[in-house]
């Protein structure tokens, strides 16, 4: 399944477009992490505590920019030969621990994105599904 057969509004609200206001340096990759529902799938309010925990201990993330040595070799420059794990746009795994975070108001309230730079080699894997579907234990 692709990101284009899901549906776009809680795609939006999941990753909201925001400007993260830094740029990965070297093999360093920028994702955007999915921020948590407001309301369960059965029409519930999840209290905030319950978000706040969910929002530092997701795992999903959207790639929105990759630095320039990212997936290549380190001393020549040449592009790894299996490729680039990911590009710009795609949804990834990315460990809970690790990486520089921080948040960006979305203007929505106290409303915040967590975005999240990490190195290259960090990344965990491809999402091919539906990243919305994906849940942390």
Not at 11 to 17: I, K, M, R, S, V
Not at 42 to 52: A, M, P, S, V, Y
Not at 116 to 122: F, S
Request: aromatic residues 8%; contains cysteine; hydrophobic residues 40%.
């Amino acid at each position: 399944m692709t990101a284009t057969a899901i549906d776009k509004k809680e795609l939006l609200e999941a990753f909201p477009e925001i400007d993260p206001g830094i740029r990965p340096f070297g093999y360093l990759v920028l994702l955007q992490l999915r921020t948590p529902r407001k309301k369960s799938a059965g029409g519930l309010i999840i209290i905030d505590d319950t978000r706040d925990a969910e929002r530092y201990r997701v795992q999903t993330g959207k790639v929105i920019s990759m630095g320039p040595s990212a997936f290549r070799r380190r001393d020549t420059l040449e592009k790894w030969p299996e490729g680039e794990w990911c590009a710009v746009g795609d949804f990834v795994r990315c460990p809970m621990y690790g990486g520089d975070r921080w948040v960006v108001k979305t203007g929505e309230g106290d409303e915040h994105a967590v975005f999240i730079i990490m190195k290259d080699t960090d990344l965990i894997g491809l999402v091919t599904g539906n990243p919305l579907a994906v849940v942390t234990s």
